[in-house]
């Protein structure tokens, strides 16, 4: 643990100091008393940036806003005018960061809020024709801790979720950041979604952080009418025609993180039954999925895209292949929501959204 540590001082600290000295010594000619009393206020942000490290394994996550809101404002401007500057020149360098400074005040006032309606569809051979039309809403990453002063947003989601009336509403997990406390005050208010066939969640990375939270959050959220599965599944009949549901536990590539059991999840599902798996990390369907089982759609979460999309591109791509969106391989699919909050409450391009998914049957 120590290395990951001493790193990500060093980087804190030159994120913070770098961009003074280079300023100092283009246009002034030397280090000026300014820039000293900027750097003693940037190493105090860096030994701050080491205590963020180690309060996200504790799950501090005021530290982790705070450290987030003061990078925006105070470190990032001076980065991006200082690369900038060295390729178009102090004038237009200053409006361009201008504009990025007001796009992320933008994300962290307001981004995080604009809440949209995803729809897409997914087309199997394998899907009865009872089922053609059938609607899926999924959403996924609710991170409650976060919205704890906005009731309003969780109360747009409840409603526009029952406005667009789907078959069954699927969660795929993250529902808090780690405490179940920050479930209680919803439990009234997300009992409120309804659909034909119910609801249906599996848990995320931040839901499983030890036996007895567990615990007490499954009991809550099946008190709110969610049917939790739990490496489990369910079958829902159209007729004498059924689709399976399967639901796993967290599973991805941090064995630290990964809880779940696709096996046990699949057992005495009918065979060549149409399936759709719930499964909040998006890497699990390369590392198991495909290989291992013949589940036609796959529902993940966990990227947050980021919470930065511009243009199609995210930083989310950097740690994981599938990151927003649908992904196919041969006759198919996985579908990736970007979700609706995260540790931070800050959004841009990545808007929180709600993904509606229509099953049809192919020839």
Same mark, same amino acid.
């Given at each position: 643990?120590?290395k990951?540590? #001493?790193?990500?001082?060093t980087i804190?600290?030159? &994120?913070?100091?770098?961009p003074?000295?280079?300023?100092?010594l283009?246009? &002034?000619?030397?280090?000026?008393?300014w820039?000293?009393?900027?750097?003693?206020?940037?190493?105090?942000?860096a030994?701050?940036?080491?205590?963020? %490290?180690?309060?996200?394994? %504790?799950?501090?996550v005021? +530290?982790?806003?705070?450290?987030? !809101?003061?990078?925006?404002?105070?470190?990032?401007?001076k &980065?991006?005018?200082?690369?900038?500057?060295?390729?178009?020149?102090?004038?237009?360098?200053?409006?361009? !960061?201008?504009?990025?400074? &007001?796009?992320?005040?933008?994300?962290?006032?307001?981004?995080?809020?604009?809440?949209?309606?995803?729809?897409?569809?997914?087309?199997?051979?394998? @899907?009865p024709?009872?089922?053609?039309?059938?609607?899926i809403l999924q959403?996924?990453?609710?991170?409650?801790?976060?919205?704890?002063?906005?009731?309003?947003m969780?109360e747009?989601?409840?409603?526009?979720?029952?406005s667009?009336?789907?078959?069954?509403?699927?969660? !795929?997990?993250?529902i808090v950041?780690?405490?179940?406390? *920050?479930l *209680?005050?919803?439990v009234?208010?997300l009992?409120?979604?309804?659909a034909?066939?119910?609801?249906?969640? /599996?848990?995320?990375?931040?839901?499983?952080?030890?036996?007895?939270?567990?615990?007490?959050l499954l009991?809550?959220? +099946?008190?709110?009418?969610?049917?939790?599965l739990?490496?489990?599944h369910?079958?829902v009949?159209?007729?004498d025609r059924q689709?399976?549901?399967?639901g796993?536990?967290?599973?991805?590539?941090?064995? #630290?993180?990964?809880?779940?059991?696709?096996?046990?999840?699949?057992?005495? /599902?009918?065979?060549?039954?149409?399936?759709? @798996?719930?499964?909040?990390?998006?890497?699990?369907?390369?590392?198991?999925?495909?290989?291992?089982?013949?589940?036609q759609?796959t529902?993940?979460g966990?990227?947050?895209?980021a919470q930065?999309?511009i243009?199609?591109?995210?930083?989310?791509?950097?740690?994981?292949p599938?990151?927003?969106?649908?992904?196919?391989?041969?006759d198919?699919?996985l579908?990736?929501?970007q979700?609706i +909050?995260?540790? /931070?409450p800050?959004?841009?391009?990545?808007?929180?959204e709600?993904?509606?998914?229509?099953l049809?049957?192919?020839?």
């Amino acid at each position: 643990m120590r290395k990951p540590f #001493l790193t990500f001082l060093t980087i804190s600290v030159l &994120m913070a100091i770098a961009p003074d000295l280079y300023l100092g010594l283009r246009y &002034m000619g030397s280090w000026p008393w300014w820039a000293c009393l900027a750097d003693a206020l940037a190493l105090a942000w860096a030994a701050f940036a080491l205590w963020v %490290l180690y309060s996200w394994c %504790l799950g501090q996550v005021r +530290s982790i806003r705070f450290f987030f !809101t003061t990078f925006i404002y105070l470190i990032f401007p001076k &980065m991006l005018f200082v690369v900038l500057d060295m390729a178009v020149g102090w004038c237009l360098a200053l409006g361009l !960061t201008a504009l990025a400074v &007001m796009a992320l005040a933008y994300g962290k006032i307001w981004g995080w809020r604009r809440l949209v309606v995803v729809e897409a569809s997914f087309s199997s051979p394998d @899907l009865p024709e009872a089922f053609d039309g059938y609607r899926i809403l999924q959403f996924s990453d609710l991170h409650l801790g976060t919205l704890d002063r906005h009731p309003e947003m969780v109360e747009r989601i409840v409603e526009k979720a029952n406005s667009l009336k789907p078959d069954i509403i699927v969660f !795929t997990g993250d529902i808090v950041n780690h405490d179940v406390e *920050e479930l *209680e005050p919803y439990v009234e208010m997300l009992s409120r979604l309804k659909a034909a066939d119910g609801v249906l969640a /599996v848990l995320g990375n931040h839901d499983a952080v030890d036996k007895r939270h567990e615990e007490q959050l499954l009991r809550l959220m +099946s008190g709110m009418g969610w049917r939790v599965l739990k490496d489990e599944h369910v079958l829902v009949g159209r007729g004498d025609r059924q689709i399976a549901f399967v639901g796993v536990g967290n599973i991805g590539f941090l064995p #630290l993180f990964s809880f779940g059991d696709l096996s046990k999840a699949m057992a005495d /599902v009918p065979e060549g039954i149409f399936k759709v @798996l719930l499964s909040h990390d998006p890497n699990h369907w390369r590392m198991q999925v495909l290989p291992d089982t013949d589940i036609q759609l796959t529902l993940s979460g966990h990227t947050h895209a980021a919470q930065f999309r511009i243009a199609g591109f995210s930083p989310a791509r950097w740690a994981y292949p599938q990151w927003g969106g649908a992904y196919h391989e041969e006759d198919r699919m996985l579908f990736v929501s970007q979700g609706i +909050s995260g540790t /931070v409450p800050f959004r841009l391009g990545a808007w929180p959204e709600l993904d509606l998914i229509t099953l049809r049957k192919s020839p």
